[in-house]
């Protein structure tokens, strides 16, 4: 047997043959497998003197850490060459006086360094965000049978999402995937939890893209060492072993699983007869329409397969290639078949609308266009445009790319050697499926996953025509005698194998292993805490306010809706999420709260431009108005609308039913990556239209060829009034009298009020200008006076018993945002603390605030009363 091309000597594949794919496909599977369970596998808790040694270095390096830099910071006049032995006595002497503070560090790193080892949650999470949004929709199946109370024409009513209305959302298979395995898992360990049972999905179906693609590589010729290579370097790739490890309940496995069926049928279909290329068209076409309930953008798959069939129905009319021939029954079988599964299984209006939606998304990750309204995916890391060497190790890495480019190279021994000319066509079809995946691909990350099979099938191709060159070769060599010749031949195959995994699996092993230890879930001990607090302690019909990425989480695992999330980021939800934690008075956020909470986010702009008042002066209008109490609202309508149309717009931003329950979410990262959130609180629509007109018209026809991503950031903050500058808190390291001294270069003299800023390594020095503290529960501001030199603020708070310090801009300290997390609410009127956590792996806290609607009758809210 020829492990080569994976025949027997015969024309048919023998029983060995079989059982030589099936030892492939099952190592593969195996491989494949392993580095996708980490989360499942134990770690043994470490030793508890290793814990301590660990935990005593790390406390011990912190502090000489800290006096290394206040020597740095005051300018000691100690050498350098000295500073390390003095920072090191200096430990050794606090460790002395202040033991027992010292002894509370060691035992809380201890903590984390427990926290931190595998399997110490208390539960079992999904990967990232999305794939709660899917857990929602398999619990409410569970719950009631159905994933919405109200569907209609192939969409479903999720009135978790984009509150008060809620969000029509195509219907999808994915859920039902979910219900599926969840049962199954139940049935072999009774009592599984949902998400636990949820997190086992992106692992069969692991099993199911690998079974396709070894399918797809069985189509192409490719023997078993081709196929292995090739389906190694789809499973370790590492945007795809990212996005189908466990936990990842999401759509991105089916982005090969349905492709590489759909492929692997169209390759089978080329040389077949008329009848069988319909047949194998029509399988095709109907893999293509369940693909559509199961990623909105599936017409990619349709079009280059399409694109592939014309060329190739080309090529054969023009050169008779019997090895083409079934293109072209297949192509139109391909279409009507696509047509009537799409139909079948969405409905015709939905179908139709998958399409447009389908190359809407695409066009929405891809663009960079400058917008009116601020273009929420410029600011989503899956969304940049890939660098060559960032898309090599998305893809795989040095050694496989070297292999991959062989494989694209391959054609010039192609078309030398007649043994492997039947690879011509299929390297074309391969090139021709390829060229606009990079193209996409490289202009943004997210769609690299689709790159990976393409790029994986070249890889294989390489493999395969080099070795059966080679094998030739062999072959015709007339040195040796005929029974070392047959001797070779007969462990060529073997040899070959062993070369080929001995190159390329070293780097990929060691390249999965590393990313499966960084496979970690953003929910935690922590946001769970949180998510149960709203999900128990709120009412049923609360409402939760957030800034978009934690939507899922608070929807279904809180189980309250929300105004925007990682599905409908890019709406006017997002805007008016900003406004209100950006703003700097009370009666702002509380103004469009009012206005989201009555009639939602879009409402009263529909309203304004369907009276022909554009984007830009209604949403002038609608941020002069909100503020506003109802009456000194309707005044100033009146000057610029009717006044039935100003008592319209009324009901929607001010006389509606907005005091139902109202909880603020905050988080860490919200606030130590505040800058997207106060780009878009602070858009200006008129610079954003200018903006927009000017680059149309520089753009030209082809402009869109010529789209540059650091050019449309550019544009994009400058669509905004300004960035608001902030750098992280810092506590406080020491005191000398009045003088309080933080770890980021702050000093305050707390007699005078006056602070200033050391930072020698930035060449930052002088005086700020405000200084904000907490006095009496109120926010108190300072002023630098005329010795101000920078224009910049500094807020003390007190945080863990200690004092801390934060540098920013005045109008960021001022902000809802900055109020909530470092005072607590302290110093507002209208939000209350009712929940707080921390944790310390990774270091995070959670808060939860509940709004008190002003009234004049007090007992109508009991809680401002008190």
Request: hydrophobic share 45%; charged share 20%.
């Amino acid at each position: 047997m020829r492990i080569l091309d994976g025949k027997t000597q015969d024309a048919k594949p023998g029983l060995s043959s079989r059982i030589v794919w099936v030892l492939f496909f099952a190592a593969v599977t195996a491989v494949s497998l392993v580095f996708r369970s980490y989360e499942l596998i134990p770690k043994p808790d470490i030793p508890e003197t290793q814990k301590r040694a660990l935990a005593e270095n790390f406390v011990q390096q912190s502090l000489q850490k800290q006096i290394l830099t206040q020597m740095h910071s005051s300018g000691s006049q100690i050498p350098e060459a000295m500073r390390s032995e003095f920072a090191s006595q200096q430990v050794a002497a606090i460790i002395k006086t202040d033991r027992s503070k010292y002894e509370d560090a060691v035992k809380k790193f201890m903590a984390s360094v427990s926290q931190d080892s595998r399997g110490a949650s208390q539960r079992r999470y999904l990967l990232e965000s999305d794939p709660y949004h899917f857990m929602g929709q398999v619990e409410k199946i569970l719950e009631t049978g159905r994933v919405s109370d109200r569907i209609e024409n192939g969409k479903f009513l999720d009135r978790m999402r984009c509150y008060p209305h809620g969000q029509w959302v195509a219907y999808g298979a994915q859920p039902w995937v979910g219900v599926l395995v969840y049962r199954a898992a139940n049935l072999l360990k009774p009592g599984l939890g949902l998400m636990e049972a949820l997190g086992y999905v992106p692992l069969v179906l692991v099993v199911l893209v690998l079974a396709s693609f070894f399918f797809l590589c069985r189509t192409l010729d490719f023997g078993p060492v081709a196929a292995s290579a090739a389906a190694l370097s789809v499973s370790l790739a590492p945007i795809y072993l990212q996005r189908s490890s466990y936990g990842w309940f999401d759509t991105d496995p089916y982005n090969l699983l349905f492709p590489n069926l759909i492929l692997g049928l169209f390759f089978l279909a080329l040389p077949s007869t008329r009848k069988r290329s319909l047949l194998l068209g029509a399988a095709a076409g109907a893999s293509t329409g369940i693909y559509v309930l199961f990623w909105i953008g599936w017409p990619f798959i349709f079009l280059i397969v399409s694109g592939v069939s014309l060329f190739l129905i080309v090529k054969h009319l023009l050169g008779k290639d019997p090895m083409i021939q079934g293109s072209r029954f297949f192509l139109p079988a391909y279409w009507v078949s696509t047509l009537a599964a799409g139909i079948t299984a969405a409905g015709p209006g939905t179908f139709s609308e998958f399409i447009v939606r389908g190359a809407k998304y695409v066009g929405a990750f891809a663009s960079m266009e400058p917008n009116t309204w601020p273009n929420v995916f410029l600011m989503v890391g899956e969304t940049t445009s890939v660098t060559p060497i960032r898309l090599i190790y998305l893809t795989g890495n040095f050694v496989t790319c070297v292999i991959m480019a062989a494989g694209i190279l391959s054609i010039l021994w192609i078309k030398r050697e007649a043994s492997l000319k039947v690879f011509t066509n299929r390297w074309w079809a391969l090139l021709f499926l390829t060229a606009p995946l990079l193209i996409l691909a490289a202009g943004t990350e997210r769609f690299t996953v689709l790159l990976v099979t393409p790029l994986a099938l070249f890889l294989g191709l390489a493999v395969e025509t080099l070795g059966r060159g080679a094998a030739e070769k062999i072959r015709g060599a007339g040195a040796g005698t005929s029974a070392l010749k047959s001797l070779v031949m007969k462990r060529a195959g073997c040899l070959w194998g062993l070369a080929v995994f001995t190159v390329i699996l070293p780097m990929q092993l060691i390249f999965a292993h590393a990313l499966a230890l960084k496979s970690e879930p953003i929910m935690n001990d922590t946001w769970y805490s949180a998510m149960e607090v709203l999900r128990d302690k709120t009412p049923d019909s609360a409402v939760v306010y957030s800034w978009w990425p934690p939507g899922y989480f608070i929807s279904a695992l809180g189980r309250r809706p929300v105004f925007a999330d990682g599905g409908t980021q890019e709406l006017p939800g997002s805007y008016w999420l900003a406004r209100i934690f950006m703003a700097t008075r009370e009666e702002e956020a509380l103004g469009i709260m009012r206005m989201l909470n009555s009639s939602g986010a879009q409402a009263a702009l529909d309203v304004l431009k369907g009276w022909g008042i554009k984007t830009a002066s209604a949403m002038d209008l609608l941020n002069s108005i909100l503020p506003l109490e109802p009456g000194e609202a309707k005044l100033l309508l009146e000057k610029n609308l009717d006044p039935q149309r100003a008592e319209s717009l009324l009901r929607l931003t001010h006389l509606g039913t907005y005091q139902v329950p109202s909880f603020l979410f905050v988080y860490s990262e919200m606030v130590e990556k505040n800058l997207a959130m106060s780009v878009f609180a602070r858009w200006n629509f008129h610079k954003a239209a200018v903006i927009q007109k000017a680059a149309s018209q520089s753009r030209g026809v082809l402009g869109v060829f010529r789209s540059n991503r650091s050019e449309s950031i550019r544009q994009f903050i400058a669509s905004s009034e300004s960035v608001l500058r902030y750098l992280p808190e810092a506590k406080l390291e020491r005191r000398e009298g009045s003088r309080l001294i933080f770890g980021n270069g702050v000093i305050v003299d707390w007699e005078s009020k006056k602070a200033l800023i050391s930072r020698p390594a930035e060449g930052v020095q002088g005086q700020i200008s405000r200084l904000f503290y907490l006095e009496d529960s109120q926010l108190k501001e300072a002023g630098g006076g005329a010795s101000s030199t920078l224009d910049i603020s500094v807020l003390v708070f007190e945080k863990e018993g200690n004092l801390a310090a934060v540098i920013a801009d005045p109008d960021l300290i001022r902000s809802l945002l900055f109020r909530l997390y470092y005072l607590r609410g302290a110093s507002l009127r209208h939000f209350r603390p009712v929940f707080e956590n921390t944790g310390e792996s990774p270091a995070m806290t959670v808060q939860v605030f509940e709004t008190l609607w002003p009234t004049s009758n007090p007992e109508a809210n009991p809680a401002e009363a008190k």
